[in-house]
């Protein structure tokens, strides 16, 4: 016979979880997302044509960064994104595209620099995402084995 949940037991290790994620998980992944913009984009390529917003209003401004979160009982999917658009004839279409896929309509341009992907390889294969996480759910009584 399979156990029976109680359904406010559920939706507080829920709560917990979805707690956690948002303050803590997130809080690194926007600390490992600029420390992997700063080396996978700016200390990849020095541009002659434009001058680099960083922190103010540009690839590096964690202000203009936001994320989606998807929780179901498969587990959760946390997505970071940046809302940063180009400052030129781009001012209308996401920066990132242009720099992860490599897509530039002017000579000289750079290789692709997935610093998304820099992220995410950061993260796990660190185990600093999976340390925190573990911790602070502990914190809150849910241990995980």
């Not at 939706?11 to 420390?35: G, H, N, W």
């Amino acid at each position: 016979m399979a156990q029976q949940w109680n359904k406010a037991f559920y939706d507080r290790i829920i709560a917990d979880i979805r707690e956690t994620v948002i303050e803590d998980c997130l809080k690194l992944m926007y600390e490992k997302m600029q420390e992997m913009i700063y080396k996978t984009v700016y200390n990849e390529f020095d541009p002659t044509s434009y001058k680099r917003r960083y922190e103010d209003g540009g690839l590096a401004d964690m202000g203009l960064y936001d994320f989606d979160i998807d929780m179901n009982n498969d587990g959760f999917t946390l997505r970071m994104f940046t809302n940063v658009k180009g400052a030129g004839f781009d001012k209308n279409h996401s920066l990132d595209k242009y720099i992860v896929e490599g897509i530039y309509q002017y000579p000289n341009s750079p290789k692709p620099r997935d610093f998304y992907q820099a992220t995410l390889d950061s993260l796990i294969d660190g185990g600093e995402l999976y340390g925190i996480l573990i911790d602070k759910l502990k914190s809150k009584g849910i241990n995980i084995k």
